[in-house]
Nanobody
Framework: QVQLVESGGGSVQAGGSLRLSCKTS????????LGWFRQAPGKAREGVAT????????YYADSVKGRFTISRDKADKSLNLQMNNLKPEDTAQYYC??????????????????WGQGTQVTVST
């Protein structure tokens, strides 16, 4: 059974940085994609960044390219999201998720089967 626990959220001013971490357990070789998603109040959940477990290749939403970096620490069994130059529009609940799909470039949340409980990120002006 896959279990995901996010941490690292908080409140920062615009231009600041945060590093989110997702501790994983139960993730086996049938999991090809790991991803970070976010949902702001009144908005649909959207993909932020995903990583293909076989190659380590990362994929990003246009809105975060150049500012966010997704990485995986196999030894620590964690998925991380380094967020730099944060903007108020990055304010949302952030979730990590896993998928058995191989199309990691597709940031559609419907492709993901397992989800963490989320961590809140708030960016103020």
């Amino acid at each position: 059974q896959v279990q995901l626990v996010e941490s690292g959220g908080g409140s920062v001013q615009a231009g600041g940085s945060l590093r989110l971490s997702c501790k994983t357990s139960g993730v086996d070789s049938s999991t090809y994609c790991l991803g970070w998603f976010r949902q702001a109040p009144g908005k649909a959940r959207e993909g932020v960044a995903t990583i293909y477990t076989a190659s380590g290749s990362g994929y990003y939403a246009d809105s975060v390219k150049g500012r966010f970096t997704i990485s995986r620490d196999k030894a620590d069994k964690s998925l991380n999201l380094q967020m730099n130059n944060l903007k108020p529009e990055d304010t949302a609940q952030y979730y990590c998720a896993t998928s058995r799909s191989v199309t990691c470039f597709d940031l559609t949340y419907n492709n993901y089967q397992n989800w963490g409980q989320g961590t809140q990120v708030t960016v103020s002006t």
